[in-house]
């Protein structure tokens, strides 16, 4: 069975150690990590995005689900790109797994990047936009597709010390995977 590795692991200095150490993980539990760097992409390339897009999407389609990496990044919530994959993974009813090394709540997370305040009891920031306050770690279309389409979003009791190299979260995941995966 095929795991297709998602996040902003791959933005990481030693990036392709990390996918190594996943796909390790994977195959220790008996199932195959797909990690988008295994691609081989001209990056001189005039198209080299595109290629990178058209790649990553053939990888889902080969995949039976999807971990994704929803540790905030460059924010107060997930890397985008890895968010359009999730979404990508469900809408093909495939199954979809996640983890978040920080599990903070939304509307706290936002609150160390700016001032917010409480406006007759909703959350607001400068510019007077509501910030979404359900008490939950992330967007709630991330959280309740998960619940849907595969098992809820896995978060450590507390932050590790290193949110881009512990791998516990994101073993939880495995573990799920291939108990759901290998059972049919």
Request: hydrophobic share 50%; proline share 5%; aromatic share 8%.
């Amino acid at each position: 069975m095929k795991i297709y590795l998602a996040g902003p692991d791959v933005f990481l200095p030693d990036a392709v150690e990390i996918g190594r150490r996943k796909a390790a993980i994977c195959a220790a539990h008996g199932l195959d990590g797909l990690y988008p760097l295994d691609n081989a992409i001209d990056l001189a390339a005039s198209d080299a995005s595109r290629q990178i897009f058209a790649a990553n999407e053939a990888m889902m389609d080969a995949a039976d689900a999807i971990i994704a990496n929803l540790t905030p990044f460059r924010g107060a919530g997930a890397d985008p790109g890895t968010v359009y994959e999730l979404g990508y993974m469900a809408g093909r009813d495939k199954l979809c797994l996640a983890y978040s090394n920080d599990p903070a709540v939304y509307a706290d997370r936002v609150g160390r990047f700016m001032d917010i305040a409480n406006e007759d009891g909703r959350l607001i920031d400068a510019q007077g936009l509501t910030i979404e306050d359900f008490g939950l770690v992330d967007n709630l279309m991330m959280v309740h597709a998960l619940e849907l389409h595969g098992c809820p979003l896995v978060t450590p009791a507390e932050m590790p010390i290193d949110v881009w190299h512990d791998l516990a979260a994101f073993e939880t995941c495995v573990r799920m995977a291939a108990a759901r995966l290998l059972a049919t």
